[in-house]
């Protein structure tokens, strides 16, 4: 049966279903020739699957960020941002990737921070005479920072299908993020040289100039720190957190910046309302899914045939990044996540893994996928964006892919990169 699922699955991504339905389309032969979960059953997943507390961690942050990002942070960050890297070599491409460490506390999402980063920076990083190819690279690897940094939706929807701490996970998040945003930073530098970019500043900035910006960008600043002092002394949930932070960024719109306008609130809550509708739908598709594997014993079957093949724990972990890897390139990541971590957790908890750890390997990996074909969504948003052929940018990302794969290397050779905070500061919890 678990064959015939996965077979159906693929059918009907090859046929150009939307992911949603085909997940749950795949999962009709357990209704039909089992009587172990009658049709009506489904109906009844579908509904739990959205009836979770922690779940509603995701509307609450995706409604911040868009908020965010109409009250005129954004255009101070990128400020900031282009006055600390804008003279280093590279110009530019540095500051995109520095946003995106920034950005990471305020959209959560790769695929938003790819969009955003693309037409903000593509124009100006073209004129400076930067190739598209290399636009396209630097941007789409820079945008999977928010992978890990908090509030990322990918660590949220993680934490809650495997039942794993989303706070630890957002504490755990933060060294690997900017670990990885030295890594993209020294990647882009070697690009620049190669190529001769020039900067975009002449000369560094003077620190009054550095101390005016970081005080107009000071709100932002503070919105993954409020989260970190909220975790650390247990004042809220990652949920409640959420919640706040809506009521923060509608503050400091109203009050501090006063750009909050009813027609920019008005678009940022429909643009929420559009990225919850597809999120939530996959969800609620994924959970009729992942009950029918469930019944099938799909997490059993999977654990048994990997210790078959090697009780080796080095091993089984290879196997699995193997298997993340493939299902990157042929799933979206919030599917990847929902419909492959349940599965490939229980193997990893048994070889002795540390959740936490395997939960910001993991979603580094799927973020990864998204950055190759076939179903690279990433990919494909930065290069429709800048008009980029897919072949062009596979050649230009080639020193971004070596780069992240000596920091992914690292990060899961040193567990203690991912464990530190949260053990520090989240002790006992």
């Known amino acids: 049966m678990l064959i015939l699922i996965a077979v159906l699955f693929a059918l009907f991504l090859v046929l150009g279903q939307p992911v949603a339905f085909a997940l749950a389309m795949s999962a009709i032969p357990v209704f039909i020739l089992t009587d172990t979960m009658p049709p009506t059953v489904a109906i009844q997943k579908m509904v739990a699957a959205t009836q979770s507390f922690p779940l509603l961690a995701v509307p609450f942050f995706i409604l911040a960020g868009n908020l965010m990002n109409v009250t005129g942070i954004t255009d101070r960050l990128i400020k900031f941002s282009r006055l600390l890297t804008g003279w280093m070599a590279g110009g530019l491409a540095q500051v995109s990737i520095v946003l995106s460490f920034m950005m990471g506390g305020i959209s959560g999402s790769a695929v938003a921070d790819a969009s955003m980063e693309s037409r903000l ?6 004129k400076q005479g930067y190739s598209r190819a290399n636009i396209a690279a630097v941007l789409a690897f820079g945008s999977i920072i928010t992978a890990t940094v908090p509030p990322s939706i990918g660590l949220i929807l993680f934490g809650f299908i495997n039942e794993v701490s989303i706070g630890r996970l957002f504490l755990a998040g933060i060294i690997p993020g900017a670990l990885l945003t030295l890594t993209l930073m020294l990647a882009a530098w070697f690009v620049a040289k190669k190529h001769d970019y020039v900067a975009d500043l002449q000369t560094p900035p003077s620190f009054r100039e550095l101390r005016a910006s970081f005080q107009e960008s000071i709100w932002a600043l503070m919105f993954p720190i409020i989260l970190i002092v909220g975790f650390r002394f247990g004042i809220f949930t990652a949920t ?5 932070l809506v009521f923060y960024a509608l503050f400091i719109g109203v009050f501090v910046y006063r750009e909050l306008s009813v027609k920019r609130m008005v678009q940022a809550m429909i643009e929420s309302i559009h990225d919850l509708g597809m999120i ?12 029918a594997m469930t019944i099938e014993r799909a997490p059993q079957e999977i654990t048994q045939m990997v210790t078959s093949l090697t009780e080796n724990p080095a091993m089984i972990l290879f196997l699995v990044v193997l298997i993340l890897v493939v299902s990157g390139m042929f799933l979206e990541g919030a599917a990847n996540i929902l419909l492959v971590t349940p599965i490939v957790m229980p193997v990893l908890i048994a070889a002795g893994y540390d959740p936490i750890h395997m939960g910001i390997l993991i979603v580094l990996l799927i973020n990864l996928g998204g950055l190759t074909p076939p179903v690279g969504v990433i990919m494909f948003t930065v290069c429709g964006i800048l008009n980029v052929k897919s072949g062009a940018y596979a050649k230009a990302a080639i020193p971004f892919f070596v780069a992240f794969a000596l920091y992914f290397t690292v990060l899961t050779l040193v567990p203690a990169l991912t464990t530190t905070l949260p053990d520090i500061l989240m002790k006992g919890r």
């Open 280 to 291: 939530m739908l996959l969800i609620m598709m994924a959970g009729v899914l992942g009950y």
């Open 121 to 126: 920076l593509g124009p100006s990083m073209v």
């Open 240 to 244: 409640e957190a959420g919640a706040f």
